[in-house]
């Protein structure tokens, strides 16, 4: 089963809008992470979150993380056609050693 | 490092045959984990070890799906008899483990086509 739940499942902007993705999770998690994947391809990592970590930034990247609403988003500002890709997050489970289990994604279609 | 290798890149095979997927982690890394991502399921864990040992197949979908690990720098996942409905990428990815805050690598995956 999915430990994370992604919405929206879909997100079609203009360049240089903001464009905002969120996660649910259901159990204790020691950390979440999020990825970029490109049709075709393999996952790429693009930013991890602490689980005692409240905001964390990478360049136009914003993610933000809610414990005690086991929820995180995901915010990518100003954004690039480039940036067109589906957006996973995974939660490395507290309880569980590691394991890395993945929402459902949401594709993201950034219009020139 | 050349990152995570899975071999092959694409494979078709017809239903009933056995196949099987491979994979050479990142050197050190004591994690290996092995994902199927099709459009309905999404990406699925189906297997993970530690070490070269199998922590939770809970993800396995079927006695016909089997995963090894026989050393730290190999790793295969076989379907026999393969099935139209195994048609999907399979990943697999690795992570250091040597702290819980760590990020996965993935292989570019094979995509299966099962006819």
């Known amino acids: 089963s999915q430990q994370g739940e992604e919405d929206p499942q879909a997100l079609s902007i203009q360049e240089g809008e903001n464009a905002t993705m969120n996660c649910s999770y259901k159990t204790s998690i020691n950390n979440l992470q999020w990825y970029r994947q490109n049709s075709g391809r393999g996952l790429v990592h693009l930013i991890l979150?602490?689980?005692?970590?409240r905001e964390k930034h990478s360049g136009r990247l914003r993610v933000t993380l809610d414990t005690s609403k086991k929820s995180s988003s995901l915010l990518i500002t100003a954004s690039r056609a480039a940036d067109t890709a589906s957006y996973f997050c995974?939660?490395?489970?507290?309880?569980?050693?590691?394991?890395?289990?993945f929402g459902g994604g949401t594709r993201v279609l950034v219009k020139p | 490092d050349a990152g995570v290798i899975q071999s092959p890149r694409h494979e078709v095979t017809e239903m009933g045959q056995e196949v099987t997927l491979r994979c050479k982690p990142i050197?050190?890394?004591?994690?290996l984990f092995w994902y199927r991502q099709t459009m309905m399921r999404g990406l699925e864990l189906l297997i993970y070890f530690n070490n070269n040992v199998p922590i939770d197949d809970s993800g396995m979908p079927e006695d016909r799906f089997s995963a090894k690990m026989p050393n730290a720098s190999f790793s295969t996942l076989k379907i026999q008899p393969s099935e139209p409905r195994d048609s999907a990428v399979y990943f697999c990815a690795t992570h250091p483990g040597q702290g819980v805050n760590t990020e996965a690598f993935f292989g570019q995956g094979t995509r299966l086509t099962v006819v």
């Open positions: 995974a939660t490395d489970e507290a309880a569980a050693g590691n394991k890395l289990t």
């Open positions: 050197s050190g890394h004591d994690y």
């Open positions: 979150i602490r689980s005692n970590e």
